[in-house]
């Protein structure tokens, strides 16, 4: 999928099961618009509003390798990867 329209913003919170245990806000569109294949590979077009456009525009990040992280500033997400990093090195994390 591809989203071609992005408008207004929101700022929520989310996580990710790829990083579990910390949430932050990120800012998203409001609303956005998306190109995408069903199973048949017909192209169909979809509008999303508020939490389902938040949602599209995290699982597309993921697909484009993307991690909610990287909408984060940069000191963030260094205090992020250092608790982490404590984490790992008590065994707390895998």
Request: charged residues 35%.
């Amino acid at each position: 999928p591809e989203i071609l329209v992005k408008e207004g913003s929101q700022i929520g919170e989310e996580g990710c099961l790829s990083i579990p245990g910390f949430r932050e806000d990120v800012k998203r569109a409001y609303k956005v618009r998306l190109r995408a294949q069903d199973v048949e590979g017909e192209y169909f077009e979809t509008d999303g509003e508020e939490l389902l456009a938040r949602a599209m525009q995290h699982e597309i990040d993921h697909l484009n390798g993307v991690l909610f992280l990287s909408h984060l500033s940069l000191l963030k997400r260094d205090l992020i990867r250092r608790k982490i990093r404590k984490l790992v090195k008590a065994g707390e994390w895998e």
